[in-house]
């Protein structure tokens, strides 16, 4: 089993910068999981936002391309998400997956069905 912390979330002013973090951890996980952030607003359906592979590879939705950024710390085993420029359409609950079975195709990474495990969330308020 895989368990997944996500921390960092809060409210800030249209511009701002927020650091999400996500902490792994269990018998099954190792360095050569791959992972993601998503986010999922009221109403809306869960939508991918970035991933990285096991090498370090990345993949962004085009909407935050330039202003998101996703690295991992293997010697914590904790993933980020530096977010800059927020925006008030970025308002969401943000989660990090993980999975063992990393694509071939780095697009993949950004995919709901890609990934086994999930954490409980961390909100972002963005206000204009």
């Known amino acids: 089993q895989v368990q997944l912390v996500e921390s960092g979330g809060g409210s800030v002013q249209a511009g701002g910068s927020l650091r999400l973090s996500c902490a792994a951890s269990?018998?099954?996980?190792?360095?050569?999981?791959?992972m993601g952030w998503f986010r999922q607003a009221p109403g809306r359906e869960r939508e991918g936002v970035a991933g990285i592979s096991a090498g370090g590879r990345t993949y962004y939705t085009d909407s935050v391309k330039g202003r998101f950024t996703i690295s991992k710390d293997n010697a914590k085993n904790t993933l980020y998400l530096q977010m800059n420029s927020l925006k008030p359409e970025d308002t969401a609950m943000y989660y990090c997956a993980a999975t063992r079975g990393c694509p071939l195709d780095t697009s993949r990474l950004i995919l709901t069905y890609t990934y086994d495990y999930w954490g409980q969330g961390t909100q972002v308020t963005v206000s204009s």
């Open positions: 269990g018998s099954s996980y190792s360095l050569g999981y791959c």
